[in-house]
């Protein structure tokens, strides 16, 4: 069939061009959808993607039209692939783990995915294809919305808010019981978030069509029911914050035209009033703590245990430091911060609940530059954009399309500072979809910058080269740490298995001697690094060799004090050196101490045969309990 190579052209374009946007589009995410139902099938998905691209050739003369956003695209994308290479988690079996996307190969897939369809939709070429994949956003949260209300277990939700839960209930009562994978009420609502202004975009361009603004006006309705029902706050203020400053972006622009006084105070006040209930909220401790089960399979820990947010953060931090230049792998994060952050035996948490960490940790430096780099380049394209539009109706409509893009990407950036939709669930498909919005929306431009002036870039390299200079033997030694790591990892986590193969068992008897190799060079470097004074000590407590693990860690913890997970190796290391106060002064202060006691009693003690160490750490824990239930 012959096509057109000028889509744009004052002739009209072929059947075949039309249709190429929900085509190219529709295969990117069939590919995603094969990945997500089936990740073992491996790299042939792709050749829906490369039919796609071939597609695009065949009209419009090129695979795909410059954007700015390629070069980051391309390191982000390789920086994943690398990462996927390392970690422990190369086994099909981890597939079918307790989490989505613990195998390494079924995370970097879905990233392909996400990235295929972030290119088909930089590639919309014409006004109303991008109105139509904005269409498609509202309807996709229409649909998550009606399906999170018919498929959630509201009996079983525990939830934050029990009207909400009884309100769901009543509505799916009626439905028959409908097949398949249930969402996560985090994951519906924060997908719902960040489609919503997209929808509010359709139903502002349906201007005076009366049908049609009464259709999306119960569509918005709906897509509001499903992430009120969702219970995630999260989403809630993400989406709210986000609109607000939209309204007032739009506010202020008209203030600037008329300056009006009425205008400049009512906005004032709002801004008040949500930092009063923003300030409420935290207060409240609305992101403060996440209740969990007791792991499966292991005795001796609390099922009324709870994780603070803030504990996750700070153990995610130094699990980004162990792994900083390779990170610890795609899918890698659930069993890592378990076994070396907050020293549990079993998969406790998915994630760290924050994306830009989540992100740090798996794919290290090159991945979180990458998205840097990404965001900073919608911004700037973004404003560039805008500062340049004219005053016709197309480019009042193209700027507000625009705006929706840059609100929903602020949705999913705030939303990701307490939980991690977009790169901790399978919403990761839709990771970069914002970003094909606005690339689209800037026309093929290759920049978003300009041209970086050649002194800058000289400067810029003078300092890095400097810095590494000046730091040679840190950074160095932080190298042949995050290699320690890596091959520890590998060592005990690749084999895991609950409740006989768990990392602190595995740890006396795993071949670790590669992990062990690189921290003695780290440490010959620098004597005070913490990530390989950490891991060693950590061997040296599973193995028995209690002298040396009180030398790492005194050493690990004298270079990071405020490290949590050092302080609980700390109140490990007295003990097992038969400092009972010192032991109870570290301990005292974890919330679940009398569970990780008996925990630590009953995998290392009990297996050491050590019944003097396990009985000391039971007396502990007895203690705090008690002094616990007095008030003290």
């Given at each position: 069939m012959p096509v057109s190579r000028q889509p744009q052209s004052s002739e009209a374009p072929s059947l075949t061009v039309q249709l190429l946007p929900a085509l190219d589009i529709g295969l990117a995410v069939l590919a995603g959808a094969i990945w997500y139902i089936r990740p073992q099938e491996g790299a042939w998905?792709?050749?829906?993607?490369?039919?796609?691209?071939?597609?695009?050739?065949?009209?419009?003369?090129?695979?795909?039209?410059?954007?700015?956003?390629?070069?980051?695209?391309?390191?982000?994308?390789?920086?994943?692939?690398?990462?996927?290479?390392?970690?422990?988690?190369?086994?099909?079996?981890?597939?079918?783990?307790?989490?989505?996307?613990?195998?390494?190969?079924?995370?970097?897939?879905?990233?392909?995915?996400?990235?295929?369809?972030?290119?088909?939709?930089?590639?919309?070429?014409?006004?109303?294809a991008v109105r139509g994949a904005a269409l498609g956003m509202f309807v996709l949260a229409v649909a998550i919305s009606i399906y999170f209300v018919l498929t959630n277990d509201w009996g079983a939700r525990g939830g934050k808010v029990d009207a909400l839960s009884q309100i769901g209930a009543w509505l799916a009562e009626p439905a028959p019981e409908i097949a398949g994978r249930r969402l996560n009420p985090n994951v519906a609502g924060g997908i719902i978030a960040l489609a919503v202004p997209f929808g509010i975009v359709v139903w502002i361009e349906a201007r005076r069509r009366i049908a049609l603004r009464i259709l999306w006006s119960i569509a918005l309705a709906i897509a509001g029911a499903g992430l009120l029902l969702s219970a995630s706050r999260g989403a809630w203020l993400a989406l709210a914050v986000a609109l607000l400053g939209w309204a007032l972006a739009r506010q202020f622009s008209a203030l600037r035209q008329n300056r009006s006084v009425v205008r400049a105070a009512l906005l004032a006040l709002t801004l008040i009033c949500v930092g009063v209930v923003l300030g409420t909220a935290v207060d409240r401790g609305s992101f403060g703590s996440l209740p969990v089960a007791a792991p499966a399979g292991v005795s001796g820990f609390g099922s009324g245990s709870v994780i603070g947010r803030v504990t996750l953060w700070q153990g995610g931090i130094g699990l980004a430091q162990d792994y900083i230049f390779t990170g610890a792998g795609l899918g890698a994060l659930p069993m890592q911060i378990s076994a070396y952050a907050l020293l549990l035996p079993v998969l406790y948490v998915p994630h760290v609940h924050n994306t830009f960490l989540n992100i740090l940790i798996e794919q290290g430096l090159p991945g979180a530059v990458a998205l840097i780099w990404l965001l900073l380049v919608a911004i700037v394209a973004s404003w560039r954009a805008t500062r340049n539009s004219g005053n016709t109706s197309a480019d009042q409509s193209r700027r507000l399309m625009r705006e929706a893009a840059l609100v929903s990407l602020a949705v999913m950036l705030l939303h990701g500072l307490v939980d991690d939709v977009p790169f901790g669930s399978r919403g990761m498909l839709l990771l970069f979809v914002p970003l094909g919005m606005i690339a689209a929306l800037h026309g093929g431009a290759r920049s978003a910058f300009g041209r970086l002036p050649l002194r800058v870039i000289a400067i810029a390299a003078a300092l890095l080269f400097v810095t590494a200079l000046w730091q040679r033997d840190a950074i160095?030694?932080?190298?042949?740490?995050?290699?320690?790591?890596?091959?520890?990892?590998?060592?005990?986590?690749?084999?895991?298995?609950?409740?006989?193969?768990?990392?602190?068992?595995?740890?006396?008897?795993?071949?670790?001697?590669?992990?062990?190799?690189?921290?003695?060079?780290?440490?010959?470097?620098?004597?005070?690094?913490?990530?390989?004074?950490?891991?060693?000590?950590?061997?040296?407590?599973?193995?028995?060799?209690?002298?040396?693990?009180m030398s790492y860690i005194e050493a690990a913890y004298r270079r990071d004090p405020a490290n949590e997970t050092l302080r609980m190796l700390m109140g490990d290391a007295a003990l097992a050196a038969g400092r009972a106060d010192d032991a109870y002064t570290f301990w005292v202060r974890a919330p679940d101490a009398p569970s990780r006691l008996e925990l630590t009693a009953s995998l290392r003690y009990d297996k050491l045969n050590d019944l003097e160490r396990a009985a000391a750490a039971r007396a502990l824990a007895a203690r705090i309990a008690s002094e616990r239930s007095k008030g003290h």
């Amino acid at each position: 069939m012959p096509v057109s190579r000028q889509p744009q052209s004052s002739e009209a374009p072929s059947l075949t061009v039309q249709l190429l946007p929900a085509l190219d589009i529709g295969l990117a995410v069939l590919a995603g959808a094969i990945w997500y139902i089936r990740p073992q099938e491996g790299a042939w998905p792709l050749a829906l993607i490369g039919v796609a691209w071939l597609l695009r050739t065949l009209a419009y003369g090129s695979p795909t039209r410059p954007t700015p956003f390629d070069l980051p695209m391309v390191i982000f994308l390789a920086s994943a692939f690398a990462s996927a290479t390392v970690g422990y988690n190369q086994d099909p079996r981890w597939a079918d783990g307790p989490t989505p996307l613990m195998w390494a190969w079924a995370k970097y897939w879905t990233l392909v995915a996400a990235v295929a369809l972030f290119f088909a939709v930089a590639n919309l070429r014409t006004p109303s294809a991008v109105r139509g994949a904005a269409l498609g956003m509202f309807v996709l949260a229409v649909a998550i919305s009606i399906y999170f209300v018919l498929t959630n277990d509201w009996g079983a939700r525990g939830g934050k808010v029990d009207a909400l839960s009884q309100i769901g209930a009543w509505l799916a009562e009626p439905a028959p019981e409908i097949a398949g994978r249930r969402l996560n009420p985090n994951v519906a609502g924060g997908i719902i978030a960040l489609a919503v202004p997209f929808g509010i975009v359709v139903w502002i361009e349906a201007r005076r069509r009366i049908a049609l603004r009464i259709l999306w006006s119960i569509a918005l309705a709906i897509a509001g029911a499903g992430l009120l029902l969702s219970a995630s706050r999260g989403a809630w203020l993400a989406l709210a914050v986000a609109l607000l400053g939209w309204a007032l972006a739009r506010q202020f622009s008209a203030l600037r035209q008329n300056r009006s006084v009425v205008r400049a105070a009512l906005l004032a006040l709002t801004l008040i009033c949500v930092g009063v209930v923003l300030g409420t909220a935290v207060d409240r401790g609305s992101f403060g703590s996440l209740p969990v089960a007791a792991p499966a399979g292991v005795s001796g820990f609390g099922s009324g245990s709870v994780i603070g947010r803030v504990t996750l953060w700070q153990g995610g931090i130094g699990l980004a430091q162990d792994y900083i230049f390779t990170g610890a792998g795609l899918g890698a994060l659930p069993m890592q911060i378990s076994a070396y952050a907050l020293l549990l035996p079993v998969l406790y948490v998915p994630h760290v609940h924050n994306t830009f960490l989540n992100i740090l940790i798996e794919q290290g430096l090159p991945g979180a530059v990458a998205l840097i780099w990404l965001l900073l380049v919608a911004i700037v394209a973004s404003w560039r954009a805008t500062r340049n539009s004219g005053n016709t109706s197309a480019d009042q409509s193209r700027r507000l399309m625009r705006e929706a893009a840059l609100v929903s990407l602020a949705v999913m950036l705030l939303h990701g500072l307490v939980d991690d939709v977009p790169f901790g669930s399978r919403g990761m498909l839709l990771l970069f979809v914002p970003l094909g919005m606005i690339a689209a929306l800037h026309g093929g431009a290759r920049s978003a910058f300009g041209r970086l002036p050649l002194r800058v870039i000289a400067i810029a390299a003078a300092l890095l080269f400097v810095t590494a200079l000046w730091q040679r033997d840190a950074i160095v030694a932080t190298a042949y740490a995050n290699l320690g790591a890596l091959a520890q990892s590998r060592a005990e986590l690749a084999g895991y298995r609950v409740p006989d193969r768990l990392p602190e068992t595995l740890r006396r008897e795993a071949p670790l001697d590669e992990a062990i190799a690189a921290y003695r060079q780290a440490l010959a470097l620098d004597p005070g690094n913490r990530t390989a004074n950490q891991r060693m000590g950590m061997i040296a407590l599973a193995r028995g060799q209690y002298d040396a693990a009180m030398s790492y860690i005194e050493a690990a913890y004298r270079r990071d004090p405020a490290n949590e997970t050092l302080r609980m190796l700390m109140g490990d290391a007295a003990l097992a050196a038969g400092r009972a106060d010192d032991a109870y002064t570290f301990w005292v202060r974890a919330p679940d101490a009398p569970s990780r006691l008996e925990l630590t009693a009953s995998l290392r003690y009990d297996k050491l045969n050590d019944l003097e160490r396990a009985a000391a750490a039971r007396a502990l824990a007895a203690r705090i309990a008690s002094e616990r239930s007095k008030g003290h």
